[in-house]
């Protein structure tokens, strides 16, 4: 669960990048923010990422206050949130499977359940026969996927993307949609920052648009703009 209640972002510079801000996304919701270049997308993902910080309201995620939120218990707090990029980040030094296991290596798991939750992961995006292979052997939209993956492998509440498609054409886009559907299903909230209008209007969920840093729409279901 995500709320924003009346936050705003004020850069040192003076720019307001997000002005009196207020909405929720409820757990197993998925939603889109979209809006023009520089409108506040990425301010809003890194708020919740904690890579910024508000400069006023409040920010509760999963039940936690993030005003209150201690340097100590940042990195726990972060490991419940899957983050996909629109660029992959892949390690091409390692594998398929050892990009996936990254995650889990860091926070300190068993590799034997590290292990099955990496194979669960790859084969939940359709890859699990290319674990052994490098990042660099597969196609754009099946990187995204092992980013994807890397992304839900500790089981996060929160799935994050920032224009996850940007780099695809419409057939796999629509793939990769369909996997952050699939996430919601079980329960994920999933948040994807994205200005593809196309593929946006196909997809029947609620979107949150910014202009300028201030919430202009917030329309559920088909049919909002």
């Given at each position: ?14 720019q307001e990048a997000l002005s009196h801000v207020s909405f929720q996304i409820d757990d197993g919701e998925l939603a889109f923010v ?124 929160l799935l994050l993307a920032d224009e996850p498609t940007g780099n695809l054409d419409p057939e796999l886009a629509a793939e990769i ?20 209008h196309n593929l946006i209007a196909r997809m029947h969920h609620r979107k949150l648009r910014l202009e300028q840093g201030r919430l ?10």
């Open positions: 669960m995500i709320k924003f209640d009346d936050v705003s972002k004020r850069y040192p510079s003076g979209t809006g023009h270049s520089g409108a506040g997308k990425s301010t809003l993902l890194k708020l919740i990422m904690q890579m910024e910080l508000p400069s006023s309201g409040q920010l509760i995620v999963n039940g936690q206050n993030l005003n209150k939120l201690t340097r100590r218990q940042l990195p726990y707090y972060r490991r419940t949130i899957g983050l996909v990029f629109q660029d992959h980040q892949l390690l091409f030094d390692r594998s398929v499977y050892e990009n996936v296991a990254l995650p889990l290596q860091i926070a300190g798991y068993d590799p034997r359940e590290a292990s099955r939750r990496v194979r669960a992961a790859l084969d939940k995006v359709g890859l699990l026969s290319k674990e052994a292979q490098n990042p660099l052997a597969l196609s754009t939209g099946e990187q995204q996927r092992v980013g994807i993956a890397r992304a839900v492998v500790n089981k996060p509440a949609m369909g996997l952050f559907e699939q996430f919601s299903q079980v329960g994920v909230s999933v948040l994807i920052a994205s200005h593809d202009i729409a917030d329309g559920s279901k088909a049919g909002a703009h």
